[in-house]
């Protein structure tokens, strides 16, 4: 729980309240309480202390009511901002370092008092500082037995004070409920490929919708058969799983609003199938869901922020990519929802697959008026832009740059690629209308041009988080493992759509 208070900061005995403090030109740092300053400034003296970037310090104030708090003492974390106007993807950091100091300290209540600087947008800093505090906060420890009086101290409650608190809280709760989001992302990331199915996209789908009043569909294997789906029915093929898509649609209330469609690759399992993939690492292909994962994690945010003028439909194939008796072999031809054939020259590009079905029917069902997906497409964009910036490509101009604007306020890093005929060339096909592969060389930008097949003149851009979804830039608020990365990007550009 996040709350923001106007009241003044008056802790109990045992409670620990948290000083973010800038750093001053040969002067200790302060904060609005003069006794947590004249400690700054002892600190300061010895050299302990002098609130750069990375630093903290925690000591002990007696409790200032002996009655309350049994007469315990304040625990005090000071953490540095440094001398820069400190922007958001700071308070990110600083929040996510306070979550790992305060977890080692086993603090379960949280009092911060928050910095009000004239110099900076405080809502929007409010709002970093919560997304960092949670993110920061996160663990997966559900698959592990914790042993009686070790188990981990999580916070239960975060006050945040402030004296403007009433221009805080709309940007506190938006930066809660996207955080909240990653964290749910994460947690279907995690979960192996035995323990989130297909199966489970539907079943969360339809959880979602229920608490939150969206439009849930769930189409099995025979709907997506009859409707034309050739991608996903074949990829689906090798594995004993039914393939699912989920369809979860935001309708906002008031005028017809333009509908934005988000697609995200829900691969369970990627083994490659028939071509399959090394040994080596192949438990990392449980993670080839997080696109999938990030556009669940988008309507459930979407279902609590409620906006204004926009709908949000989001759509996630769901299938495992297995080399079962029945499974796709290279060279075949299928035929996908908008009736485009494709030879599968190698069964491991399958996401494009999917993909391609699930986004011309997007369209077509909704005529949308922007279309983003976001997928685990291609390691080939770890190649060119390492564990840190997703892949950007689309047809749009606007809508890229939008995207990348967002990603960058965000700590979420895009880089756009270009598409184009010679790229498109890559992928003709002797047999059919196109190839499911173009080669090594642009491999990102290849697999892009396969999607822009399917989504016809919309707007459109598309994700490529191969190398984000994990094992992305070490961050004091992204942990090991699944980054939650997109979510709060598409969650920012629905919010400012417009
Ligand atoms: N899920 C993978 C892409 C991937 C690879 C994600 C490594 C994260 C890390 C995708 O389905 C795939 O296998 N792509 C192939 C495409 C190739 C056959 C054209 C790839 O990148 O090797
Ligand atoms: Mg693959
Ligand atoms: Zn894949």
Redesign the pocket.
Known sequence: MIKVSSQPLRAKGGETVVYPVRQRKSKAPTCPDRQVSSYLKEAFALGDFSGKVDEKLVFYLPAASPGKGGGKPVRILAVGLGKEDPDRELFRKVGGEIARAVAKLKVGKLRIRMLEDPGFSLAENAKALTEGLILGTYRFDRHKKIKKGEEPKRIREIIIHSSRAQTLRAAVFQGKTAAVAVCSARDMANEPGNFLTPGDFARMGRELAEKHGLACKVFEKAAMKKMGMGGIVAVNQGSAQPPKMVVLEYRSTGRAAPTLLLVGKG?TF?S?GI?L?PGSGME??K??MCGGAAVMAVMQAIGELKPDGINVVGIVPATE?LPGPEALKPGDVITLYNGKTVEVI?T????RLILADALAYGVDKFKPAAVVDIA?????V?IGLGHHRTGLLGNDDKLAEKLLAIGDSCGEPSWRLPLGEEYEKQLKSEIADLKN?GGRPA?TIT?ACFLKEFVGDIPWAHLDI??T?WNYTKKSYIPKGPSGVGVRTLIELVMNWK
Request: glycine share 22%; no cysteine.
């Open positions: 691969l990627d490659g071509s993939k990392d292909m993670y080839d990519n190698n491991d590009a399958e996401g685990t497409l291609t390691g080939a770890i592969i491999g697999g191969a190398g979804a």
